[in-house]
């Protein structure tokens, strides 16, 4: 008996919770042997800065190798090689979603997804692409997904459509690595800080500052630090840029670019720290659920259907530098961290585990719909 075929497309492989997010699915999904998953990138992905590696061996991968900017060349090598796949799933993320655009009106028996990683008019503000996808959306030629209620409450409005399926991220348990001893020893010797760790691209809707800015303010009142330390590629130059020259000289602030073993940093972690403008769900705080560790983030997007204040986290009331000091304080200051902890790890137990989220995908896929 011939195995379905089910086909990712991303744009790229570069470190981001999407992209993040798409890996772990495909190689959760290969592990059913009736499919046959194949993850499909339109740019190249070097292995150093990019994902590429943990893609598992029961997963096809395959990459068009496309530059930046729109390629009706690699549009036309994409439709050709689905032509000559017939897959029965396609399902696209991110900006993948038009370069489906002739191969939708070819096939006549493949069943179209696409997820809507973050609030929708930010995934899609210009309005001609957005009548585009509305129309194939209501029209039933693609079935949309979004990643919390959040982003449900936004896609509705967005398209003043009334249905729309929710399916959470989800990660796999992760696994230190042997770098583990030696961060313990670079980072945890000093009894008189709390350590927080920030993991995030530099990039303004991660508004990386407001953190900086808050833990600034709170080493300048209290008698035990912060120390805060941001993972994260550079998406922009000159933004981290600016918040180099913010953090100035200070000792208790350091920068550490991309990094592969983030599990480490945050077993080793007191808090893990998100001031976001907007979110999905991100990839990054349901890690920080899965270690146990404690989280203090802004109420955006999706966080705040994740995050129960003082259950399994701590939010703060809005975006101003006062309220994440003053919440910042309260986590570190709380008399009951443990039941956090402990909650933390249940609610990813529970909830965000990638095989739950594999599950309901397989569930969308065989029936339409989400039982």
Known sequence: MARM????????????????FVVDLCNELAQNEQYEIYLVSLGENVEKSTFIS?????VNYLSFHKKRGLSLKVLFRLTSWLVEQKPAIVHTHLHTFEYLVLYRFISRNCRFFHTVHSIAEAECPNFLIKAFRELLYRSNKVTPIVVSADGSESFRKYYGMKKVTVIENGRPFLMLTDKAPLLIKEYKQDKNSFLLVHVGRIMKVKNQLL?????????????????LLLIGDIRDQSLYQQLYEATGNDGFIEFLGGKDNIADYLNIADFFCLSSVYEGMPISLIEALSAGCISICTKAGGIKDMIENEINGFLSTDNSVDSYYQTIKKAVFYPDKQRIKENSFNSFKLNYHIGASGQKHFQAYNLGLIQ
């Open 5 to 20: 075929k089910i086909v990712h497309i991303l744009g790229d492989l570069r470190r981001g919770g999407a992209e993040r």
């Open 54 to 58: 943990e893609v598992s061996s029961k």
């Open 211 to 227: 953190m900086i800015k808050a833990v600034q303010k709170f080493n300048a009142i209290e008698e035990k630090k912060c120390k």
